[in-house]
């Protein structure tokens, strides 16, 4: 579908409705808007809307309907998934213009904000209050509250925090038909049905669009300590992780691990330099909020007298603080920088991780021998971010059928383990075709059921999740 595929008395609505500033066909813009994080689609939009209001949101998408316009809600577009990912001619619905944050409401501990509000620009205005909007990732800077909540997004707190979905408390979202729907508001308790903001978050932009949301909020955290350590390998990972589970001294605000090929990847892409003289296997990346500064002393000096760790290192400062957390949050940008990689979001039990990973050597070796493997993630949630990266003698054609052929023999062994094709990332076109390994028969014919009863034309990002 090209531009000129557009309804001329669609465009001509579009002229006479609505600012003249308001929708862009300019090339670069195209190429910007019509894609996320992931590398593997082209873009191919044929304009960009670019609203400042709910009203103007409900009255483009009340328009497309009529005319049967296919739409891409956009946020940051830092997903991985491909959900964001405009490649067939369709509008794009970017939300960055509708960013406008209300005061914080003190009693509550909640504030609302549009969609486009950016993660990042959100806690600092809550911060200024002493509270915070405890959803934080790698991307905070530039991924936007509507995309957080459209994904259900996790990040580097869901150990301490949960997920998005579990800091939201009222949406504001317009259906496909242009209906404004205002759900749940500002409330706590709602006992009345069905939760339908629920339905919303993590649907990917595929039921409807979400234009504002009363967030809730929490107490900036006390003290956080920081600390990095050196272990052999991942099985030492989840040693470690679970004696710091069982102490009593602190409480674990994120745990993250990373292999010693992220890390040289981040030190190409960034220049950052690593703590330790010598190299490591894995690595891992605590966060905590000490209760007893003595006992956790005690407890550091454990964990070499009982071989749990090689070496490691504690924050003195912010500042150091912060450059410990470069080496991990740096790490999808540097592996994207450096070469291409093959993502996969996975998800397991946390009491099953070890088992799992134990197999997953196998897998490794039996269907990319010789390959460069990066695996980090949230290991305290049972999130793996496992990373295949193209081979620089292979073209990338050939590499993505081979990932795309190895993928099921992963899939099989989530599966086997009770765990997620997906963690955080979302479906979108990516996962869709392996949808099958985590849900049932009877939930995707039910998510079906919902799709055409929400949006019949299938005209809110068509073919993300669900192929019609």
Known sequence: MSTAALPVDFLQALAEGFPSDFLTREPDELKEYGRDWT????????????????????????LCHRHGVAVVPSGGRTGLAGGAVAAKGEVVLSLQRMSRMGPVDLLGNTVRVQAGAVTEAVHRHCAEHGLTWPVDFASKGSSTVGGNIATNAGGVKVIRYGLTRQWVLGLQVVTADGTVLEL?????????????????????????????????????????????????????V????????????????????????????????????????????????????????????????????????????????????????????????????TGLPHKNDISLPV???????????????????????CLFGHIGDGNLHVNVMKPDEMDKAEFLAHTKGADPTMFELVRKHAGSISAEH????????????????????LLRVLKRTLDPRGVLNPGKILDA
Do not use: M
Not at 203 to 224: F, N, W
Not at 426 to 445: C, I, M, N
């Open 39 to 62: 590398k593997v689609y082209a873009p191919a939009p044929s304009a960009v809307a670019l609203p400042r209001t709910t009203d103007e949101v409900s009255r483009l998408l009340a």
């Open 184 to 236: 749940n508001g500002a409330l706590e308790k709602n006992n009345t049905g069905l939760d339908l903001r629920q339905l919303f978050i993590g649907s990917e932009g595929t039921l409807g669009v979400i234009t504002e949301a009363t967030l809730k909020l929490t107490q900036l955290p006390g003290r956080q300590d920081v600390f990095l350590f050196a272990v052999p390998d991942v099985a030492a």
């Open 238 to 337: 989840l040693r470690l992780f679970r004696d710091a589970r069982q102490q009593t001294t602190f409480l674990i605000s994120a745990y993250e691990f990373f292999t010693d090929r992220c890390l040289a990847r981040v030190q190409r892409h960034r220049k950052l330099r690593s703590p330790f003289e010598a190299g490591s296997g894995c690595y891992v990346l605590l966060e905590a909020e000490s209760r007893d500064a003595a006992a956790v002393e005690a407890w550091l000096g454990s964990l070499f007298e009982r071989g749990l760790v090689t070496d490691g290192t504690q924050a003195q400062s912010a500042t150091q603080a912060a450059e410990l957390w470069a080496l991990r949050e740096s790490i999808s940008e540097s592996l994207s920088a």
């Open 351 to 373: 009491a099953g991780l070890e088992a799992f990973c134990a197999e997953l050597e196998s897998v490794f070796s039996a269907r990319y021998p010789g390959w460069e493997i």
């Open 426 to 445: 979302g479906v979108g076109l990516l996962k869709k075709d392996y949808l099958g390994y985590s849900r049932s028969e009877a939930e995707l014919a």
